[in-house]
């Protein structure tokens, strides 16, 4: 499976962006899929994540109520929707998806098996 993530740009503080990712390869919707985020000297970290199509999504507090992750089976891509962005989202944004992650493994991303390139996100205030 190859990821390739895009839409990222630079937006005013609290502005929107659409984030996607399109699998080719295979078809992922009983995959995991996750996106992640690595700001400049920090860790990558969890943002969101969908362990498969219809099922519980998973948000890291610092995005709970202003980011949404979503699939669209038909057209092999996940998203990611962040609205109310803040200067503290500014960093690379990473989607990643897995055939076979367990629940609990969900928000880490050393088992996650495909990664996109990354796409940058720059919220100026």
């Known amino acids: 499976v190859q990821l390739q993530a895009s839409g990222g740009g630079l937006v005013q503080d609290g502005g929107s962006l659409r984030l996607s990712c399109v699998a080719s390869g295979r078809t992922f919707s009983t995959y995991a899929v996750a996106w992640f985020r690595q700001a400049p000297g920090k860790e990558r970290e969890f943002v969101a994540a969908n362990r498969r199509s219809g099922s519980t999504e998973y948000y890291a507090d610092s995005v709970k109520g202003r980011f949404t992750i979503s699939r669209d089976n038909a057209k092999n891509t996940v998203y990611l929707q962040m609205n109310s962005l803040k200067s503290e989202d500014t960093a690379v944004y990473y989607c990643?998806?897995?055939?076979?992650?367990?629940?609990?493994?969900?928000?880490?991303?050393?088992?996650?098996?495909?990664w996109g390139q990354g796409t940058q996100v720059t919220v100026s205030s």
């Open positions: 990643a998806a897995d055939p076979n992650l367990i629940l609990s493994s969900i928000r880490q991303s050393k088992y996650y098996k495909f």
